[in-house]
Each structure stands twice: as C-alpha cells, then as structure tokens.
C-alpha cells in the first residue's frame, strides 16, 4: 500500500478508536466525579442510564452553534489555530504502544517525536491567543506560551532520565527495558516509578499537568480573571475541537506517563513477550490511564490555581534543578549498577 | 531582590501549605465517596417544612377588598377590583347594610418575590402561605392566578402553630 495512505488510515484509526473514545470517557468521568465530590449527581438523563450519553449531547450542542469569527480577529489564522492543537494530540497517539505488537507506529525516536509535537500545541495557543483580537484571549495566549516554555523543560529532563535508565527513546523498549530491570545483577522486573524514577514521576506529572493547563496550573484560561484565556472568541466546531484537544491530550499525556513509569501495557509478574499480551495489554495501559487520569480530576477539584508569579517560581526554582539532579543520580545510578 | 511572595509562603491557617493540599484532597475524596444531598427532583419530591413559603392562598369570605395587600405589595403583583354591595336588613325595619364584595383577586406569580408583606399586612387574615411549590407554566400569562385558584390553595395551608402557653 502507498506509504501516505496508510499513514492516513492509521492515524485515523488511531483517532477515532483510541482517541474519540478515551477523550469522551474521560470528560465523562470528568462530569460525573466533579460532580460527586461537590455532593451532585451530576448528569443523569442523557443517555438512560447515568448520563451517560452527556458529552456526546454536549459535542452536539457545540456542533450546532455559530461559528464565530470576531471583526477584529485574523480570520485565517483564527481558523487555523484548532486544527493545529488537535493535530499535535492525534501525532502523540500515533507512538503510544498498547501492547507489543499493537503501537500505529513505534519510532525510535519515540520519545523525542513525543516532545517535538506535544510542544506544537502550544503554539496553536499561541495562534488562538494572538489572533483573537481580544485582550483575554491576548493574555491567555500570553500565559500559555510562558508557562508551558516553562514546564516543558522539566519535562523534557525527567524523560532524558527515563532514556538514561532504559537505553533507548522508543518507547515500546523502554516498556521492555522495564519488564526486563536489573538492579545489581538481580532481576527486580519493576516499573521506573519503584526502581529508580519516583522523583522523575512527580516532575513528570507535574509538568503534564502545566502543559495541559489544568489546575492548579490552570493560568492561560483562568475563568475569574481571563474570562476563557485564549478560548474566549471561539465558538461551535473550533471550541469543540479545543475541548476534545484538551482532554485528549489529558489521555495521551496520562498514557505516556503510564508508559515511561508505570510499565505502560506491562506489569509485574506479565509475560512481556507472550502473544496474550496484545490482549491484555490495552486493558492494562487503559487502567492506568484512567487512575492517573483520576488523579488529574481528583487534583482539579481539590485544589485552588496557582499565581502567575508561583507558577514560574515552581518550574525554575524548583523542578528545574530536581529535574537536572535526577538525570545526575540516575546517570551514576546506571554506571554503579 | 528578595521575593517575599514564594510558594511556600505559610497558609492562612499560619502553617505551611502542603498538609492543607492533602487535607483538601480527603475532603474531596469524602465527598465523592458520600451520597450526593440532590434531591432528583422530577423523579423524588423532597417535602417542604410545613410553613415553607411555597404560594398564597387567599380567603375570600375574609377578604373585606381594604387594599392594604396590594398597597404593601413591593412588586405591585396583587390586582383587586371590588364594589359594594347592599344586604337587606336582618330584621324587619332594620338597615340596609352595605358590603364590599371581591370582583377580582389575583396574584401576579410572574412579578411576586415571596416576601409575604401582604400575609402579613392583612389585618382579617384572608391570605395564608401554603408549602405548594409546583405550579410552573410553559406560558408565562400562566402564573397570573385568579382568584378561584388561589382560594383553591387554601386546602394545602396547613393548621396554624399551636399557641405557646407559659
């Protein structure tokens, strides 16, 4: 088959089987636990039976309305700017392996892939942002570019570390470098976060949490000062796309942290050559999807934002320097053991 | 430059902020895992207390059309129309009386805000507070209650509170 085509066809599979799923359930769970842990049923008539039909009825409801594109906007780039947010969420589905012959496309330069195109999206923000014609949406965009110019460095050194520690930057072999650990000639098969990488999961974490802009780190949109930050003009289908660009990128970014240090489609006492795990193994990576991906809407209705200052303190003061020790630690770690 | 403003700065509570970032995460976490206090309104009914503000029932028979409720009335949503009537005398030779009888009567729900200056106010006790609640309308000409719906209410007005004796 042409080499495009079948780039093609596997980028939508992987979107609209992996992707469109994932991002409903999560939103989903989104809707339902904000809602309990605010003593609310939340929804409940969509659907039959727990709401739970809602986010499709809400994706409809986004879908009929106005496309809107104010006066004072630069409407090409105004109109560009959700294709590229979403796009660089579909690019980071394409690398994440579910099992280990199920992966769209598993590079070696998985995990470099990775960065290259999660940091596209921020400029899609920054696109959003500028070409708004809106003072919130100008700040917005503004935020955005300095926090995630911010959080992306930390969590670009606590994934060098998961490459030091694996040997590889593909991240079907850092799931095997996982399944396969040994610590001074003993055989521990562990994930990273247990064997070396607990530190390097935090900062991960963390910075993930920035780059999606979710509380605390929730700057660029800030409801009560920014009215929706860059979000602000967008309306119908280009709204919907961000939406669904959001919570997608909440899952694809809970799956490569999954992968990097949870044993993504492993897990201790799994076979990870065995045929049983093509099977096995999405339900595994799924399941820890959706518990980081818990804690991520655990952490949002918990937790109040962080101060534009505080926010930057967090990331140069802080998770920088961690980050910069936890590649020297896990640097000797490797050459003593 | 010393940036007072760090982080770390101490809460409000005088300590630092990290056992408050756990304590609020075991609030929330309680509360996920404790029944939500919504009540599903269409398909349960929660019941009022029984002196709940719900509608105005109004008794005609004690109505003597003086006005007062719609001169009190803040939002000016009670509309009365009235005229005097004569009743024959109740023994022979005597005097023919007169007596305001009530055209109309009605409450305009739309505009009320539910203060109850007019129960209040009405000095021959004609108005009550009854705990119904469930009279919305597709049309908003639909909350204008005339007067046979609000004497209507009176069923629902529950018996008034015994009185306190020392």
């Known amino acids: 088959m042409n080499f495009w085509l079948l780039v093609v066809v596997k980028v939508l599979v992987v979107a609209g089987a992996v992707m469109l799923p994932g991002a409903l359930l999560v939103i989903f769970g989104e809707l339902k636990i904000s809602a309990h842990m605010q003593s609310r049923i939340g929804p409940y008539f969509a659907g039959g039976r727990f709401g739970w039909a809602q986010p499709l009825a809400d994706g409809l409801k986004f879908m009929q309305k106005e496309d809107l594109v104010p006066a004072a906007a630069d409407a090409r780039v105004y109109r560009l700017a959700p294709y590229i947010v979403l796009i660089s969420t579909v690019a980071i589905y394409v690398i994440i392996p579910f099992g280990p012959d199920l992966t769209a496309r598993d590079l070696d330069l998985g995990v470099f892939f990775l960065l290259a195109v999660s940091s596209l999206s921020t400029l899609g923000v920054l696109m959003a942002g500028w070409s708004s014609g809106n003072k919130y949406s100008l700040m917005g965009g503004l935020r955005a570019a300095a926090q995630l110019i911010a959080y992306e460095l930390p969590m670009v050194l606590a994934v060098v570390a998961v490459a030091v520690q694996a040997g590889t930057l593909s991240l079907g072999g850092i799931v095997q470098a996982q399944a396969h650990t040994e610590l001074f000639g003993a055989n521990i098969h562990l994930p990273y976060l247990i064997t070396g990488q607990l530190l390097g999961f935090l900062i991960f974490t963390t910075a993930s949490l920035a780059e999606l802009a979710r509380i605390p780190f929730d700057m660029p949109i800030a409801e009560s000062e920014l009215t929706m930050g860059y979000l602000t003009e967008y309306s119908g289908l280009r709204f919907t796309m961000f939406f669904l660009g959001e919570y997608a990128g909440m899952v694809a970014f809970t799956a490569i942290a999954a992968t990097l240090y949870l044993g993504g489609w492993w897990l201790p006492g799994l076979s990870p050559e065995a045929g049983y795990m093509n099977v096995v193994g999405p339900i595994v990576l799924v399941t820890k999807v959706l518990l980081l991906s818990f804690l991520f809407i655990w952490f949002r209705w918990t937790w109040p934002r962080l101060r534009e200052d505080q926010l930057q303190t967090l990331a140069w003061k802080w998770l920088i320097p961690l980050s910069l020790a936890n590649i020297v630690g896990t640097a000797l770690f490797k050459v003593i053991m | ?160 509170p015994t009185l306190e004796t020392s």
């Open chain 2, 1 to 160: 430059m010393t940036d007072t403003r760090t982080s770390d700065r101490p809460g409000p509570g005088g300590g630092s902020i990290i056992p408050g970032i756990f304590k609020g995460m075991k609030l929330t976490l309680k509360a996920l895992l404790t029944k939500p206090v919504t009540v599903n309104y269409p398909l349960e009914r929660e019941t009022p207390v029984p002196r709940a503000r719900g509608v105005i029932a109004l008794d005609t028979e004690a109505c003597t059309v003086c006005m007062l409720c719609a001169r009190e009335c803040p939002d000016w949503c009670i509309y009365i129309e009235g005229h005097k009537e004569h009743v024959p005398p109740a023994t022979e030779g005597g005097r023919v009386r007169t007596r305001a009888t009530l055209d109309r009567f009605d409450i305009d729900y739309a505009l009320c805000m539910y203060c109850g200056i007019c129960v209040e106010v009405c000095p021959f006790d004609a108005l009550f507070w009854s705990p119904e609640y469930e009279y919305s309308e597709h049309d908003i000409s639909g909350m204008l209650h005339p007067m046979e719906r609000l004497t209507d209410w009176l069923e629902s007005v529950p018996d008034p």
